[in-house]
């Protein structure tokens, strides 16, 4: 079916081959007037991740989008940058290799996808080859499959175009020496060809002892007009990072412990993580008529992972002693991904429809080991010791093998989801997909252990879903909407949890999730939209970390309330506002202890968040931002002892534009030099947030 369907998809493209000067300019006309069919486009109120050309206004479910310019006037350096300025998202620690957030309520590391595609390896993603990154909030099972119960975040990478030859160049350097350089590069070949290169260059540093690494990517793309009908879109990209990592200081008494901002809670010479990430994709799009499209996307992708560490577990100020674990981690994994998606846009007597259907192939190699820290004295993978600053970590090694799997997950997705303008005022969305999620995994050390205890270390499990999603949206005016929407999503078990779990039939099944929303989009002018929804999402058969051993996983249901507010565009041609409050309340269902009910608050879910940007033009050379992100306290695990305090963080930055090709900015984080601690990743590994620091910049186009 997959050979099949390429076939068939690159066979259209080759019979509609007709290379002339003005087949962009044709093909773009076609794509803009498809977009637009049901309003105007303008400023960034559509966005990729919902496969439609649908205005956002008319898409029923809480929409945020963070354009590339909005990253580079804010100096935003990744992922859990952008989404701080984002409501309803909170960062993770992330054990400090990887990306991290909990959205709604909702802590997840997989639900992250590059143009629509599955991006859930796990590592810092960079943001220097990016168009936008948009975040879609509640279950979103039927366009992305397992995952996104609580949301999805969608990186849009930049691609050739073929409207003109152009560069651009930056760098940055910050006050601990962190710096970062960039250049994008776009050579038009001829009427109907262009290749673009992007690359960066970062070296990490922070306020942190110790902290230092480096990581570097290129991506090149090629695009081809084949006809004023066809394009397609090559791209790879090559990403190496190499970083000490540091989990952050442990607490005390029910809070960060005191005092110990800079101090390193491992060993430098051994805390260490490195990836090498090699990604392919091809995408062809083909516009059928002025009425049918169609693209398809595959990929493939290729992760070297290695990590290990050693982190705080305890501490104790008057006694004066530190307690530390460790281990080493290796993931290998491979991914093949197909994507197929038909949109069509056509009335049935009276009624208009936005038809979307498609399907989706995925398979998936992973290698995974650990080894244990092993402390001469304890001769154990844990140790207390006096504690000193720097630390004099006692002697130690590595066990041997004590995770060593292989897993293999196969994936065949197929969807269908209809826009139904039933009146002019009424719009009708609804969709279902089928998935069928199919995981084996071989535990070596079971297997090397024999079957005599009954477990011969081949385990595998097979899940078939159905997702639906309903929204129903109301416009009183062109500009203004309300809907309501009703939205199912499922995870099935990873491989890994196969281990950290019971082999229980409940423990092993999906956990669920569903999204119940209600909202209002008004657009109200031409550059600024307003968006407001109050949402209750419901998890079923969940899995979360234990709070007495983070090691190992529980199970639970969960239920997350909450209201979330934003307000984003131009105020006047020299005013642009991004702004953003949400109110969440996230409980336990269900938990008995003691013979009475006693439910815990989620981890990282602060009941208050608010985020302002706001850029102003003094004039045509100077303009200067303010910032402000404020997070009400927050538990750094479900066991609910240790709390993190609320914070108020005050950025601002100005602007000069020495000529039309060159511009220099000041960015200064934490104006106040407030002292706080923005994420956790359990009780003892809580991050300390930046003192006062200052970004100075300078880009260059030509």
Same mark, same amino acid.
């Given at each position: 079916?997959?050979?099949?369907?390429?076939?068939?998809?690159?066979?259209?493209?080759?019979?509609?081959?007709?290379?002339?000067?003005?087949?962009?300019?044709?093909?773009?006309?076609?794509?803009?007037?498809?977009?637009?069919?049901?309003?105007?486009?303008?400023?960034?109120?559509?966005?990729?991740?919902?496969?439609?050309?649908?205005?956002?206004?008319?898409?029923?479910?809480?929409?945020?989008?963070?354009?590339?310019?909005?990253?580079?006037?804010?100096?935003?350096?990744?992922?859990?940058?952008?989404?701080?300025?984002?409501?309803?998202?909170?960062?993770?620690?992330?054990?400090?290799?990887?990306?991290?957030?909990?959205?709604?309520g909702?802590?997840?590391?997989?639900?992250?996808?590059?143009?629509?595609?599955?991006?859930?390896?796990?590592?810092?993603?960079?943001?220097?080859?990016?168009?936008?990154?948009?975040?879609?909030?509640?279950?979103?099972?039927?366009?992305?499959?397992?995952?996104?119960?609580?949301?999805?975040i969608?990186r849009?990478?930049?691609?050739?175009?073929?409207?003109?030859?152009?560069?651009?160049?930056?760098?940055?350097?910050d006050?601990?020496?962190?710096?970062?350089?960039?250049?994008?590069?776009?050579?038009?070949?001829?009427?109907?060809?262009?290749?673009?290169?992007?690359?960066?260059?970062?070296?990490?540093?922070?306020?942190?002892?110790?902290?230092?690494?480096?990581?570097?990517?290129?991506?090149?793309?090629?695009?081809?007009?084949?006809?004023?009908?066809?394009?397609?879109?090559?791209?790879?990209?090559?990403?190496?990072?190499?970083?000490?990592?540091?989990?952050g200081?442990?607490?005390?008494?029910?809070?960060?412990?005191?005092?110990?901002?800079?101090?390193?809670?491992?060993?430098?010479?051994f805390?260490?993580?490195?990836?090498q990430?090699?990604?392919?994709?091809?995408?062809?799009?083909?516009?059928?008529?002025?009425?049918?499209?169609?693209?398809?996307?595959?990929?493939?992708?290729?992760?070297?992972?290695?990590?290990?560490?050693?982190?705080?577990?305890?501490?104790?100020?008057t006694?004066?002693?530190?307690?530390?674990?460790?281990?080493?981690?290796?993931?290998?994994?491979?991914?093949?991904?197909?994507?197929?998606?038909?949109?069509?846009?056509?009335?049935?007597?009276?009624?208009?429809?936005?038809?979307?259907?498609?399907?989706?192939?995925?398979?998936?190699d992973?290698?995974?080991?650990?080894?244990?820290?092993?402390?001469?004295?304890?001769?154990?993978?844990?140790?207390?010791?006096?504690?000193?600053n720097?630390?004099?970590?006692?002697?130690?090694?590595?066990?041997?093998?004590?995770?060593?799997?292989?897993?293999?997950?196969?994936?065949?997705?197929?969807?269908?989801?209809?826009?139904?303008?039933?009146?002019?005022?009424?719009?009708?969305?609804?969709?279902?997909?089928?998935?069928?999620?199919?995981?084996?995994?071989?535990?070596?050390?079971?297997?090397?252990?024999?079957?005599?205890?009954?477990?011969?270390?081949?385990? &595998? !499990? =097979?899940?078939?879903?159905?997702?639906?999603?309903?929204? *129903?949206?109301?416009? %009183?005016?062109?500009?203004? @909407?309300?809907?309501?929407?009703?939205?199912?999503?499922?995870?099935?078990?990873?491989?890994?949890?196969?281990?950290t779990?019971?082999?229980?039939?409940?423990?092993?099944?999906?956990?669920?999730?569903?999204?119940?929303?209600?909202?209002?989009?008004?657009?109200?002018?031409?550059?600024?939209?307003?968006?407001a929804?109050?949402?209750?999402?419901?998890?079923?058969?969940?899995?979360?970390?234990?709070?007495?051993?983070?090691?190992?996983?529980?199970l639970?249901?969960?239920?997350?309330?909450?209201?979330?507010?934003?307000?984003?565009?131009?105020?006047?041609?020299?005013?642009?506002?991004?702004?953003?409050?949400?109110?969440?309340?996230?409980?336990?269902? &269900? !938990? =008995?202890?003691?013979?009475?009910?006693?439910?815990?608050? *989620?981890?990282?879910? %602060?009941?208050?968040?608010v @985020?302002?940007?706001?850029?102003?033009?003094?004039?045509?050379?100077?303009?200067?931002?303010?910032?402000?992100?404020?997070?009400?306290?927050q538990?750094?695990?479900?066991?609910?002892?240790?709390?993190?305090?609320?914070?108020t963080?005050?950025?601002?930055?100005?602007?000069?534009?020495?000529?039309?090709?060159?511009?220099?900015?000041?960015?200064?984080?934490?104006?106040?030099?407030?002292?706080?601690?923005?994420?956790?990743?359990?009780?003892?590994?809580?991050?300390?947030?930046?003192?006062?620091?200052?970004r100075?910049?300078?880009?260059y186009t030509?």
């Open positions: 079916m997959l050979a099949t369907s390429i076939g068939l998809i690159l066979s259209s493209a080759a019979l509609a081959e007709g290379n002339t000067a003005s087949t962009q300019k044709q093909y773009d006309e076609q794509q803009t007037e498809r977009i637009t069919v049901r309003g105007a486009y303008f400023g960034q109120q559509a966005a990729d991740s919902v496969k439609t050309p649908t205005l956002l206004i008319d898409v029923p479910q809480f929409v945020s989008v963070v354009s590339a310019e909005q990253i580079q006037q804010q100096a935003l350096q990744s992922v859990a940058d952008v989404v701080q300025y984002t409501p309803g998202v909170t960062i993770g620690l992330g054990e400090d290799h990887r990306d991290q957030m909990t959205i709604r909702q802590n997840t590391t997989a639900d992250f996808f590059v143009d629509g595609l599955r991006d859930d390896v796990q590592y810092f993603r960079p943001l220097y080859n990016l168009e936008r990154v948009e975040i879609l909030r509640g279950a979103n099972a039927l366009l992305f499959g397992r995952g996104g119960g609580g949301g999805i969608n849009v990478t930049k691609e050739a175009e073929l409207s003109g030859t152009f560069s651009a160049f930056s760098a940055n350097l006050t601990f020496g962190a710096s970062m350089a960039t250049i994008d590069t776009n050579q038009v070949i001829d009427g109907s060809q262009a290749l673009r290169l992007n690359a960066f260059h970062e070296q990490v540093d922070n306020h942190r002892d110790f902290k230092n690494g480096s990581r570097y990517g290129v991506n090149p793309t090629y695009s081809w007009a084949i006809s004023p009908d066809t394009k397609l879109v090559l791209s790879y990209e090559y990403l190496d990072d190499d970083r000490l990592v540091d989990r200081i442990p607490s005390e008494n029910g809070k960060p412990a005191a005092g110990h901002q800079d101090t390193y809670f491992g060993d430098p010479d805390n260490r993580t490195t990836l990430a090699q990604i392919a994709r091809a995408r062809i799009d083909h516009m059928i008529s002025s009425n049918w499209s169609l693209n398809a996307t595959l990929q493939y992708a290729d992760y070297d992972k290695f990590y290990q560490n050693l982190y705080p577990v305890a501490f104790d100020s006694a004066a002693t530190v307690k530390l674990d460790g281990y080493r981690d290796g993931t290998d994994r491979d991914n093949l991904i197909f994507q197929f998606n038909a949109v069509g846009q056509f009335d049935t007597g009276s009624v208009s429809h936005t038809l979307l259907a498609g399907f989706e192939y995925g398979d998936q992973t290698a995974n080991y650990r080894k244990d820290a092993l402390f001469v004295d304890s001769n154990d993978d844990q140790i207390t010791f006096e504690f000193s720097p630390l004099e970590v006692p002697e130690f090694g590595l066990t041997g093998v004590v995770r060593d799997t292989a897993s293999n997950v196969k994936f065949t997705s197929a969807f269908v989801q209809d826009e139904i303008a039933l009146f002019e005022q009424l719009i009708l969305v609804a969709g279902l997909r089928y998935d069928r999620f199919d995981i084996d995994v071989l535990d070596v050390i079971e297997q090397n252990n024999g079957s005599e205890d009954g477990n011969n270390g081949a385990l &595998g !499990r =097979v899940d078939e879903e159905i997702s639906p999603r309903v929204g *129903l949206i109301y416009k %009183p005016l062109d500009n203004v @909407s309300v809907y309501a929407s009703l939205s199912q999503s499922f995870l099935p078990r990873s491989g890994d949890q196969f281990l779990l019971s082999l229980s039939s409940q423990a092993l099944a999906p956990e669920e999730f569903e999204n119940r929303e209600v909202g209002v989009k008004w657009n109200l002018s031409d550059a600024l939209s307003l968006s929804a109050v949402f209750e999402i419901e998890r079923e058969n969940g899995s979360v970390t234990d709070p007495a051993n983070p090691e190992r996983s529980l639970t249901g969960t239920e997350t309330k909450g209201f979330e507010f934003q307000l984003a565009g131009q105020l006047a041609d020299n005013w642009s506002v991004s702004a953003g409050y949400s109110n969440l309340d996230g409980q336990e269902m &269900g !938990r =008995v202890a003691d013979g009475e009910v006693n439910n815990r608050t *989620l981890a990282q879910v %602060p009941e208050h968040m @985020s302002l940007w706001s850029r102003y033009g003094f004039s045509d050379k100077l303009s200067a931002a303010l910032g402000v992100v404020y997070q009400s306290e538990y750094a695990s479900l066991g609910n002892a240790v709390e993190l305090p609320d914070f963080r005050v950025d601002m930055a100005v602007y000069y534009q020495l000529s039309d090709a060159l511009q220099v900015q000041l960015n200064v984080e934490n104006l106040l030099d407030e002292e706080y601690f923005p994420s956790a990743h359990n009780d003892n590994n809580i991050a300390t947030g930046e003192p006062l620091n200052a100075l910049g300078v880009s030509f």
